[in-house]
C-alpha cells in the first residue's frame, strides 16, 4: 500500500471520533497496571480467552500471591486453580512459572526494569525468549509497559486491517504487524490499536459486519471491492 503511515493516520484520526471519549475499558490494556511484569503476566493471561475473564484471574492472582516471588514456591495446582477463569489454567500456570523462574535466573530478581535500558529490539527479543511469549504479547509489553512504539496484532486488530487494506499487508498477525511497525507514526500506536480492537468488537464483527454503521467505509478496500463487484 502506498504511503501506509498517512494511511493509519487518516484510520486512527476517523477511530477517534468514534471511541476517544469513552471512559469503559474494552480492552485489558486499558486497565492500570503497577510494573511492566503486571503487564506480561496479564497478558499472558488473555491468551485465547476473554479480557473479562483474563482480569479476573489475574486479579485472583495477585491477590492469592501479592509478590511475584510467591509463585516460584507456590503448587502449581495452586497457581492454576487461581488461573481458572482464564482458560487453558494448566498450561498457562507451568508457563508463568517457568516465565518467572528464567527472569529470576537471568537477573537475580522479579522484574523486568531492565529491560528499559536495553535497545528496544534487544528487549523484544528479550521477550520473545521467554516460554509461552509470541509476538503479541512480547508487543504488549513493549507498548504498554515499556512505552515503546510497538504494534501488538490480535485477532481483531487483524482482520480489522485486513479488511480495511485488501488483505495487502499480509498472511499473518505476525506479519501485519511487522508491516505496521515498520511503517506507523510512533505517536499513533496505543490509539490505533485499541481504536482498532473497539471497531472490531462493536463494527467490524468477524460474521455479517456492520458495514452500513460504519465510517471507515471511504477508507476500506473490502468494501469498497465488494461495491464494485455489484455494480
Known sequence: MKNL????RKVTYALSALYAGSHVPDTLMEEPFCSVMDVLVATMLSQATTDRNSLRAFQKLKARY???DMILSAPLTEIAECIREAGLHNEKAERIRHTLEKIWSDTGRLDLDHLRDLRPEDA?????????VG???AACVMLFGLGHPAFPVDTHV??????LTGYSLGKSREAVQRAVESEI?????????VFLIKHGRKICVPKSPRCDDCSLTGLCEEHNRHQRHNL
Open 135 to 137: 509476538p503479541k504479547t
Open 185 to 193: 507514526d510512533p505517536d499513533i500506536c496505543r490509539d490505533l490499536h
Open 66 to 68: 501479592p509478590s511475584w
Open 124 to 132: 523484544y527479543q528479550y521477550l520473545l525468549s521467554l516460554l509461552g
Open 5 to 8: 503511515p498517512e494511511y493509519l
Open 158 to 163: 487483524f482482520r480489522v486491517l485486513s479488511r
